[in-house]
């Protein structure tokens, strides 16, 4: 059984190539043009949730959606073995350190006007934020995913976990 010790999640924002077929309204128009996809992993960068929307929402009201989309039961977290949440500025929100502490995880989100600290060498530290990333580049690497062929935001997600279940 796999441990869950260790999340990630990060929005990837890509344009797709579809021309819109009819007139429609604004938000239609920008859903259907410009995507997000949220994209939760765990330490070894298998992904674990996956959410998608239109480009015109914003990064942290995604964040629920993606949690729930988690498809099997995770471990309850203990004290003495926490499960811990990497996440960027995008996320610094007191609503997203809410859900996570109500989800059970320890948040580790860097704030907003913060240096980042010069890099130092720790072997012993495991990676957060770099894992989810990488799956996104994974992803990526599949035309029709990168583009998004399908016209449909439900074919788009089918497929997105079809890659992500070869991923895994």
Known sequence: MRCYLRFAVD???????????????F????????????????SS?????LAVAG???ID???FVETLRSIPVERPAPSSAQPQHLGLDKGYDF????????????????RTRGEEAPAPEAKLDQKARRWVVERTHSW???FRSLLIRLAEK?????????FVCGLIA
């Open 153 to 161: 935001t439900e074919n788009y997600l089918g497929l997105l976990h």
């Open 60 to 62: 942290f009201k995604l």
């Open 94 to 109: 007191e609503e997203v350190r809410w859900r996570a502490a109500a989800f059970g995880l320890v948040g580790h989100i």
């Open 11 to 25: 929005i990837s924002i890509k344009l797709g190539s579809m021309e819109p077929r009819r007139l429609r309204s």
């Open 45 to 49: 960068g298998v992904p674990v949730g």
């Open 55 to 57: 480009a015109n929402k």
């Open 27 to 42: 938000v239609a128009v920008a859903e259907e043009l410009a995507f997000r996809r949220s994209l939760l992993v765990e």
């Open 139 to 141: 992803i990526n690497r």
